[in-house]
């Protein structure tokens, strides 16, 4: 084999690899073969250590990002990690890019860093030095994570990325994030394969430390570095680094500086040459952002893209001894070429880092590396002066000096930002900066909806959930579909959205649902956002344009309105892509099976059970719908209702909805969401899903809890109550006790005080109001008419004609409104919140202890109801199946070798269909030759979760599956020859059926 030298001649070599590899597949074998050698040549001369070298990869955004995990966020100069840039999304393939960044720690004449492998020579591959920076030692994923094996094209995996669990670590055998998460995250997040923890559409997590240090002691550092990248347009052209370095040893760091080395050639590989600039972005009057330009506008390919400004601030500094962040301090740029780095030794690099140009041991002359009054910042305005066409820069952009004692810890951070002009720059640093202030959060989409699809014959059913609803900004659903297959030019997830530069900015829907908000129409801020029609929101989508046989991938994403206050566009959830598949659902319709009888529920419409005698006349009913007769237990079920609903993360004080399994139980949901207007928002649960039809909300409702002993007189109620305005929308409970509280006269009817058994409680804010009772005694008002107010004044009880019921009542000459006994309730700054009507008539039934009387608004349904009902099981019926087993065909018959359905090898397949749930197929040639045998088992496995450990996203089939493919392989795993076939379809209960097809290669 040829020595690695004679390979890299060129620093283009590796690109010239990449093209073959994917423009020129004939090519792949002998490419795969050049690639492995290159690495095990590599492997051989850096040692073990580089097999811990590994992607780190950003692309969710326009600034795209392939670097790796030794302090390199580009230019990496390994075999694994080769040809690592930070470019424009179209624009890799001709390299328009940030050549190197590097990661830098120093002090006096021990400088850590990787940018000085990449020189040019043939030190800049593997078999030059050693890097000082090097990753913690078994830190790639496939060391210690077993799962571990979602790779780049180099066969390299990634580092531990957000929305990747497959790259996470394993703790007792469980994914879990390693990394640093956003405010407000717990524990318990970091197995949460849905990653509620990060704060942008990919966060990564990568540790390394200066143990390889060359030529030099180690100072004992490890860095813990997270990245962050954003699909949302208002930060796509922004990436961050935020590092923690931590000083492991037991010696105290003194005058430290940390940063960056970059050179930042943004030009295209025959034209690299550009200017650098910079900007004092808050206006304080220090530089604080460098940024790099082409000045000639030269634009081989018409991408309009090559004059844009690609910014770099430090967004995170050390700490001054006061406490306040350092900030950039030293920034110092020189002329550099496409084969130079600049400085290369430790002692030619400190003397630039710490600002000292009367080092003896700056190599060259001092004025090629300091520029203008500034000793510690260089002034920029010499470039253009001095190079008119532009030329090539190294720079370094450092922060410091400052201590870092043993075992403590300091932070920096940098933000990237490709902008397309300098005006937009100013904004887009004030945002990144916004966002880094704000721990990396910027804006962000709505949640994304979790997921349901149920798969049948010809049609697929998605439900999902309302939780992106309680995003203040949120305004709709869109859904979209891809085919289930790995043929590439399939999967897409609809038809593309290009702008006017060809760029690929969306995908059209399938549906798309928003609120009724008069928000509608083109985004003001993009044209090529549709925010939708005014439709009204839904949670269901039935898709019948399918095939039987074919999977399919369903996606459901949310979206915000536009921020108009930010000027932003609107903000949509990830579509399900790069391992998010909360919010997708893999289905596969096919034909059910033969012989089954669905299960189904005992009533498809339900009413009240309770009669609660205060509303005779309200209306209200329960729908069922069956939509997994496949999960019907054959139990019985209880539906009640809540005075508060758990919705994600809030509680909402209105009402709810709990399914209790009564046979097993236990709650299958509690404290739900009702129906609301769009129709479809309950989940699924036990195999329905329950829409409710409530009564119209308005008024107080004030009632008996169910269970009470009371009951109403013939005439008259035995309570009833009004809510005044400052009782709000607040549920009051009003409890029979049996101990007594003394209390005093209303104002105005006498002064007496009454033993009272009732304790009253504001249900939703918890407070007591029982201090706050005064008694409306009739007859301590108009004490000489005992003939019309019964009883004396200071008694009272809950008897029924007893103390407080007044014989005025029974003459029909007035109302218990106006002359029945009372109790006021007020608030703690004196303010009337009820007036309860305690009549009391002698034909009623009295409270017991411990009952409870009920104010507050009106709900759908009356509190205390409650509904029943129970399922029947799915049964698979021998006999049905019988009389049946004919109607079992194969498709397509005859099966030729071009048939529609017939892609790729893998898809190379025929199909028995109306088979039963279970049955044996034994396949014969036309000699009586056993081919194959079939073991058909058309139960589905239920509730499948394609993110294990997520708890959101799951994909649900019906249980009886009547088809079964088969791959036309025989039992030596060859494939059939042309010929014709004899099937017999075998039942567990011995019955049988034949049939013939024929194949035709």
Not at 101 to 121: P, R, T
Not at 769 to 795: E, H, R
Not at 902 to 916: C, E, H, M, Y
Not at 942 to 950: E, F, K, N, Q, V
Request: charged content about 20%.
């Amino acid at each position: 084999m040829l020595k690695l030298s004679v390979y890299l001649k060129t620093s283009n070599f590796y690109l010239y690899i990449i093209k073959n590899l994917y423009f020129k597949s004939s090519r792949f074998l002998i490419v795969t073969t050049i690639l492995l050698s290159i690495n095990v040549n590599a492997q051989d001369e850096i040692g073990e250590d580089f097999e811990d070298i590994v992607w780190v990869y950003h692309a969710y955004g326009d600034l795209r990002n392939w670097g790796s995990n030794y302090g390199l966020i580009t230019g990496s100069s390994t075999s694994k990690t080769c040809c690592s840039y930070m470019y424009y999304r179209n624009t890799f393939n001709n390299p328009q890019n940030a050549w190197v960044i590097g990661f830098v720690f120093a002090v006096e004449d021990n400088v850590i860093e990787a940018h000085s492998l990449s020189n040019g020579q043939s030190s800049f591959w593997p078999g030059g030095p050693p890097m000082d920076w090097m990753p913690v030692k078994e830190s790639a994923q496939e060391h210690f994570n077993p799962k571990s094996g979602y790779s780049s094209f180099l066969g390299t995996p990634y580092v531990a990325s957000s929305d990747i669990p497959s790259t996470w670590p394993l703790k007792d055998g469980e994914p879990y994030w390693p990394g640093r998460m956003k405010p407000g995250s717990s524990d318990a997040d970091k197995y949460n394969e849905l990653a509620p923890f990060s704060a942008s559409d990919r966060d990564i997590f990568y540790a390394f430390d200066d143990r390889n240090n060359v030529g030099k002691d180690p100072l004992g550092l490890r860095v813990e570095v997270m990245s962050y990248d954003y699909g949302a347009a208002f930060a796509a052209g922004i990436i961050f680094y935020d590092y923690l370095i931590i000083n492991t040893s037991d010696k105290d760091i003194k005058d430290g500086y940390a940063g960056w080395y970059a050179k930042l050639g943004m030009g295209f590989s025959d034209n690299l040459d550009y200017y650098l600039g910079s900007l004092d972005s808050d206006q304080d009057g220090e530089v604080d952002v460098i940024y790099s330009y082409d000045p000639k506008f030269y634009d081989p390919k018409g991408w309009n893209t090559n004059t844009r400004n690609f910014g770099m601030k430090m967004v995170k500094s050390p700490l001054s001894p006061d406490g306040e962040e350092l900030g950039m301090t030293d920034f110092h740029v020189f002329k550099v070429d496409d084969q130079d780095i600049g400085p290369k030794t430790d002692e030619g690099m400190w003397p630039i880092i710490s600002s000292n140009p009367d080092d003896p041991d700056i190599e060259g002359d001092p004025s090629f590396y300091f520029h203008g009054d500034n000793v510690r910042i260089d002034d920029t305005d010499w470039i253009p002066e001095t190079y008119e066409d532009g030329a090539m820069f190294g720079f370094f952009m450092m922060s410091g000096p400052f201590d870092l004692a043993a075992g403590d810890s300091t932070r920096i951070s940098v933000g990237f930002v490709l902008s397309p002009d300098n005006e937009t720059l100013k904004n887009d640093v004030n945002l990144m900066q916004e966002m880094a202030d704000n721990d990396f959060l910027g804006p962000s989409p709505p949640p994304a909806p979790a997921v349901t699809g149920v798969a049948s014959d010809g049609k697929v059913t998605l439900y999902w959930d309302n939780g992106a609803e309680t995003d203040p900004n949120f305004e709709g659903y869109r859904v979209f579909r891809k085919y289930g297959s790995s043929i590439f030019h399939l999967n897409k997830w609809g038809k593309e959205i290009l702008n006017l530069k060809g760029d690929v900015v969306g995908h059209i829907p399938l549906a798309q649902y928003d609120k009724i908000n008069n928000i509608k129409g083109s985004d003001p801020f993009d044209p090529y956002i549709n925010l939708g029609s005014d439709t009204g929101l839904k949670h269901s989508f039935v898709d019948t344009n399918v095939t039987n046989g074919l999977p399919y991938v369903y996606a459901v994403t949310s979206y915000s309105g536009p921020l108009l206050e930010k000027e932003l566009s609107s903000l949509e959830s990830p579509i399900g892509s790069r391992g998010g598949f909360g919010n997708t659902a893999y289905v596969v319709p096919f034909q059910e099976a033969i012989g089954v009888i669905d299960g189904s529920s005992s009533e498809d419409t339900l009413f009240p059970v309770v009669d609660l005698q205060q509303y005779p006349d309200d209306s209200y009913y329960i729908k069922v719908n069956s939509i997994l007769p496949n999960l019907f237990t054959g139990h019985e079920y209880e539906v009640t209702f809540t005075d508060t609903v758990f919705f994600f993360e809030d509680t909402l004080y209105e009402q709810g909805f709990s399914l209790f399994d009564v046979d097993s139980g236990e709650f299958l949901v509690e404290n739900m969401m009702i129906t609301d207007e769009s129709g479809d928002n309950t989940p699924i649960a036990g195999g329905v899903r329950l829409d409710f039809y409530g009564r119209d909300a308005q008024g107080t409702d004030a009632m008996w809890v169910y269970g009470s002993t009371v009951k109403d007189g013939a005439d008259f109620p035995y309570w009833h109550a009004r809510a005044f305005g400052p009782a709000g929308d607040d549920f009051y409970e009003i409890t029979i006790t049996e101990d007594t509280r003394s209390v005093e006269a209303s104002s105005g009817y006498g002064s007496s005080t009454y033993q009272i058994p009732l304790r009253i409680m504001n249900a939703t804010t918890g407070e007591d109001l029982s201090s706050n009772m005064f008694v409306v005694d009739m007859i301590g008002k108009f004490t000489d008419d005992d003939d019309k107010y019964g009883g004396s004044s200071g008694s009272w009880d809950l008897l029924p004609g007893g103390a407080n019921w007044n014989p005025i009542l029974s003459t029909g000459t007035t109302t218990y409104e106006k002359d029945a006994d009372k109790i006021l309730v007020k608030n703690a700054e004196g303010k009337n919140l009820l007036l309860i009507y305690t009549v009391h008539p002698p034909d009623g039934t009295p409270p017991s202890i411990g009952d409870k009387f009920y104010v507050g608004p009106t709900n759908p349904f009356p509190r205390g109801q409650s509904f029943r009902f129970s399922t029947i099981k799915s049964i698979v019926d021998p006999d049905l199946v019988k009389s049946e087993l004919d109607q079992v065909r194969v498709v397509p018959n005859p099966y030729l070798a071009s048939a529609a359905w017939d892609i790729g090898r893998a898809t190379r397949k025929l199909a028995f269909v109306n088979l039963p749930p279970e049955c044996t197929i034994d396949i014969f040639n036309v000699a009586g030759e056993h081919v194959y045998q079939i073991d058909h088992k058309g139960v589905r496995s239920l509730g499948t979760r394609i993110t294990p450990g997520a708890g959101r996203g799951f994909t649900y089939t019906r249980e009886t599956k009547g088809v079964h493919e088969w791959e036309m392989i025989n039992k030596n795993q060859l494939e059939v020859a042309s010929g014709m076939y004899i099937y017999v379809v075998t039942t567990p209960s011995g019955y049988q059926t034949t049939g013939k097809f024929a194949v035709i290669r």
